[in-house]
């Protein structure tokens, strides 16, 4: 396993650690900040969509495993806001030092609103509740603050391996 899939099993751990205890007890009005999704978003805008997706797909299942939510829920939309923000960072976006709130900003909404709509269509009636609106704005200027420290964390794992010697040698 390369050094750069290490760091990045790391950033997962450190990520669903972080999310499931220390931000539990820092809520703001019923809201916590998606960790994950901020990373998803951070490795698909450094990496490109399929990179973002598939980190995506694997943090959101390892925070599915705390939430009483369908088992894949977050899995499925945190692959596919990355996946989204990995396609239009390709075209258009440039780098700013602005960009990573925005980008926490913009992935927390498309995130938390694909959530509870394929949420809701599971069968999770509750998640159409009108004090979720609350919940994800609020959620997702919480991303956006995180993310100042979520994309340089992402950044540095998911450089590659400069000067690694080939496979095998």
Not at 40 to 53: F, I, K, Q
Request: charge should be positive.
């Amino acid at each position: 396993m390369g050094l750069r899939r290490i760091r990045l099993v790391l950033v997962v751990i450190t990520l669903v650690v972080l999310q499931t205890t220390v931000f539990t007890h820092l809520r703001v009005f019923d809201a916590v900040p998606n960790l994950l999704l901020v990373a998803a978003v951070a490795m698909a805008y450094d990496s490109g969509p399929l990179s973002g997706a598939l980190f995506g797909f694997a943090g959101g299942l390892c925070i599915d495993l705390f939430l009483t939510t369908p088992l894949g829920l977050s899995a499925l939309t945190y692959a596919l806001t990355a996946y989204g923000v990995g396609v239009f960072q390709g075209g258009v976006i440039r780098e700013t030092r602005t960009l990573a709130p925005v980008l926490g900003f913009v992935g927390g909404i498309v995130g938390s609103i694909l959530f509870v709509v394929i949420g809701g269509i599971a069968g999770r009636g509750e998640l159409f509740a009108l004090h979720n609106i609350q919940v994800i704005v609020v959620s997702a200027v919480y991303d956006a603050v995180v993310a100042y420290a979520v994309f340089p964390f992402v950044r540095w794992a998911a450089k590659t391996d400069v000067g690694r010697a080939w496979p095998g040698r």
